[in-house]
């Protein structure tokens, strides 16, 4: 007899419906979809036990049919997709059916649910995805789905999982990612009883601003090329690195944009990228909860992205200016944005722009631009000014512009944050004062 069998059915959809819900965040991610797929204006979220004991996501959206009722967790189930051609073309979130279905497996399941064009709802209830109960209740436009005890059957499953506190981060990390693909629908999740977020709906910087709880109004810019649209909000100086990446509305992975990102923003900054690709140029198939993907024309994708930092400036007059240590001598003003308010311990510059205080770090100001000259990360560290080197107003004026015509960078080459910037309408409210 060989050693090789053939699972039985019930097995090997058990296992493919773990490969699927790994953990309660990709319960909390399909239902959350779905919502949004049924076109819901309002989702809340409601967890126990990390999610373990249960998650509760309930919408006001279109809502379900009672006689489409059995066939949600059915597996191959979907309203979706009518042929193999849509599969390339498909702009919902996901596919209710087969949500549900890889839930059903691994839970005991409660849909309750009234299609819009219905007077009364319908309700079914079913464990490991056998179906226990179905009946007609009464209960409002929309859905509620009730996952409970998820795992029971999987005891092996249950104890790969992290803690309660890692769990319920992800589910919120899960959340908060589709509240900024989403700044128009309004968000409630309660995680053991607390309220961790309640918000309403709002365009997508009050939205970020709220959400990460910032001081002021994310930085803000748009591009366009013939392969697609991109948006972006970034706030700098943040407490960690955190860079969101939507496509079409939907949150993705992908490496390369992820790098490209990090190097040109730096450390501690928080970006929120919308891109908006067509669908047949993206494949959303190399991981099976389609959270990574993979551009059939990446470099065109990257280069969009390039175009929200706008492009590289030289000008010789400037370039004069560093190389000659900073004499100079100016036959007209320089068309300079900032006003220089002064220099703080010899090594920061004081300026003001547009409502904000900066305070840049002379010497990264000066590295950057002897990078750009040499490309020699060492070099242009070494040449560099120093910390408790003054500086005359032209001197600071000819680093500000030079750092103008390169794009404005926000990190030296090593990574460091070059500036820091402050509101002044905060620093008017912290002295009670009117802005």
Known sequence: MGEVRILP???????????????????????????LDAEARKIEIETLGAGKKLIKVR?????????????????????????????????????????LH???????????????????????????GEVKRISEIAHPVGTTVSVEE????????????????????????TVVAYALAKPDVAFYLEQEGKVVLDLKPAVRDERIVEIFNLDYTPDHSVA??????AEIFYYSNYRSNKFFVFLNGRPIYNKEIQTYLRNKLGYRTLAVLFLEIPPYLVDVNVHPRKEEVKFLRERKVLELIGNLFGKKQRTPSAVDILKSSLKVE????????????????????????????????????????????????????KSSLKAGQKLSKEEMEALLKRWEELGEPRTCPHGRPLYYKLPVEEIFKKLDRRW
């Open 9 to 35: 059915p019930e097995v090997r959809s058990l296992i493919a419906a773990g490969e699927v819900v790994e953990r309660p965040a990709n319960v909390v991610k399909e239902l959350v979809e779905n919502a």
């Open 59 to 99: 919408d006001n959206g279109r809502g379900i049919l009672k006689e489409d009722l059995p066939k949600v967790i059915e597996e191959g189930a979907t309203s979706k997709i009518g042929g193999v051609e849509d599969l390339y073309s498909i702009g919902s979130y996901g596919f209710r059916g087969e949500a």
């Open 102 to 128: 890889s839930i059903a497996k691994v839970s005991k399941l409660t849909i309750r649910s009234r299609h819009f064009s219905e007077g009364r709802g319908g309700e079914l209830y079913a464990v490991g």
């Open 150 to 173: 998820l795992f029971f059957n999987l005891p092996a499953r249950l104890k790969f999982l992290k803690s309660n506190r890692t769990e319920r981060k992800a589910i919120t990390e």
């Open 224 to 229: 366009e090329t013939d392969i697609g649209s």
């Open 330 to 381: 100016y036959e007209t003003e320089p068309s300079l944005e900032f006003e220089i308010l002064g220099q703080i311990e010899e090594t920061l510059i004081v300026a003001y722009r547009k409502g904000f205080v900066y305070f840049f770090d002379q010497h990264l100001l000066d590295e950057v631009a002897k990078f750009d000259l040499h490309g020699d990360e060492t070099k242009a560290c």
